[in-house]
């Protein structure tokens, strides 16, 4: 067990903390900064995005050799969680959901041909994605076993029709990820398939408001009336698309867990710099037992979900598929990302209620954490299961390559 890292990861996480702090941070205060829905505007983030390049800091979760930094998911780790000390942070560096979650998908299971027409430019940055998998009742939410779009095979081709919501990023994407119900049986009645935005066969029915700010291209509902694809838009075959999911969304969890620790430290250190200069009654905020028992609290939270998010990554990294580390990482990291903001907001009362610090923008945001990708409740019950069908090895510490 060696928790520690290596001195070119230390340093990378170094000079993400310093472009974070001197090039992103400085740009969260000016209302122009943001877009309609309460993101980094279009052309704030193109121009930073150019700075991210040229610093050589784009991208450190894919290969070399497609244009990034190499990094796998411990290195992930150090670096999303650097990067979301500010709010703009994830998406600067290309490490934002869905595209994040998109490309490490890609990478992994499309084929060659697949790679360089739908991967290569979200990695590029110069395509979004989004992944389409959740309807509205009766279909697949929470169980994609319920999933009600169909791909119909129809002289040779596939022929899609049903209706998704809540596909975050969908009108800005160009590239998507659809998961449609091509069979009856449980494991193998889904398939996952590639469209491109200009398909003819489907539309955007409206964008869904949210309560916290939205990322770019928004949460939207989609109906898919005909939409006809030829055989080369599966991902990994016929059958495959609850693997597919199961694959991308496993990682795709964890990494959000790295970015909410982000956001949540970020949470801290605001409230910590408030309490350390706010008089009442006599003493400073930060001399006060209660305010301190808050913030070693926090600290203690978000130093757990570090070490459950690193020791997944590490499994990730061993092989494993690791679901009740993930499980157990989502649930305590989305939890903490919640408390530690309220408390935050608390500490530093009405200045945290209001838009002069970014508390409220995450306080907002950081609600929807206990519901995507799986709700907490869907969460314990994967633990559970774990828990009924493994018995005493449960708790097995895993000894060698176990
Ligand atoms: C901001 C945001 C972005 C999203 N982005 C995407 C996206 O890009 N692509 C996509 O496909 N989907 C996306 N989603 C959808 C998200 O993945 C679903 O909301 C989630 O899977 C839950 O499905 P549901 O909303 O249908 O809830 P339901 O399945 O209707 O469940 C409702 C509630 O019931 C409870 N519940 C469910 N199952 C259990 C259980 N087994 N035990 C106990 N309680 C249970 C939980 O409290 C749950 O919140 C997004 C959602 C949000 C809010």
Not at 154 to 160: A, C, E, H, T
Not at 163 to 171: E, Q
Not at 205 to 213: C, F, H, L, S
Request: neutral net charge.
């Amino acid at each position: 067990m060696d928790f520690s890292i290596t001195a070119e990861l230390a340093a990378d996480a170094k000079r993400v903390d310093s472009f974070v702090a001197d090039e992103i941070i400085p740009l969260e205060a000016d209302p122009a900064h943001y877009d309609a829905y309460g993101n980094i505007d279009m052309a704030v983030l193109q121009s930073l995005r150019a700075k991210v390049k040229a610093a050589g800091l784009w991208a450190p979760q894919i290969p070399k050799a497609q244009g990034g930094m190499g990094y796998g998911p411990t290195g992930m780790a150090v670096l999303y969680e650097a990067m979301n000390q500010s709010i703009f942070g994830p998406v600067a560096f290309n490490c934002a959901a869905p595209d994040d979650g998109n490309m490490y998908i890609l990478n992994k299971v499309a084929s060659q041909q697949q790679k360089a027409r739908w991967l290569q430019p979200i990695i590029d940055g110069d395509v979004r994605s989004s992944f389409a998998m959740t309807e509205p009742a009766p279909g697949g939410g929470s169980d994609p076993g319920m999933i009600q779009t169909t791909a119909t095979r129809k002289n040779g081709r596939w022929v899609i029709n049903g209706r998704k919501w809540y596909i975050t990023g969908a009108g800005e994407a160009g590239h998507f990820i659809l998961i449609a119900k091509t069979g009856s049986d449980a494991r193998n009645g889904l398939t996952a398939f590639l469209f491109h935005r200009d398909d003819p066969g489907w539309r955007i029915e409206r964008r869904i408001g949210i309560m916290g700010p939205e990322e770019h291209g928004g949460h939207c509902e989609l109906i898919f009336d005909g939409l006809t694809l030829d055989d080369d838009r599966m991902l990994m075959g016929e059958g495959q698309g609850l693997k597919v999911t199961q694959i991308r969304l496993g990682l795709a969890r964890l990494t959000h867990c790295m970015r909410w620790l982000g956001l949540a430290r970020r949470a801290v250190a605001i409230a910590a710099d408030y309490a350390a200069i706010r008089q009442g009654f006599g003493i400073k905020l930060a001399d006060r037992e209660s305010i301190q028992i808050k913030l070693g609290q926090a600290a203690m939270d978000i130093e757990i979900g570090r070490v459950m998010v690193m020791r997944a990554a590490w499994r990730i990294e061993q092989g494993s598929k690791a679901r009740q580390d993930i499980s157990i990482a989502k649930i305590h990291v989305s939890q903490l990302l919640n408390r530690v903001t309220s408390d935050a907001i608390q500490i530093c009362g009405a200045r945290g209620y209001s838009k002069d610090t970014v508390l409220e923008w995450i306080y907002r945001y950081g609600r929807q954490a206990l519901l995507v990708d799986g709700a907490t409740e869907v969460h314990q019950m994967v633990i559970n299961r774990f828990l009924q069908n493994q018995g005493q090895a449960f708790w097995g510490w895993g000894v060698g390559n176990d």
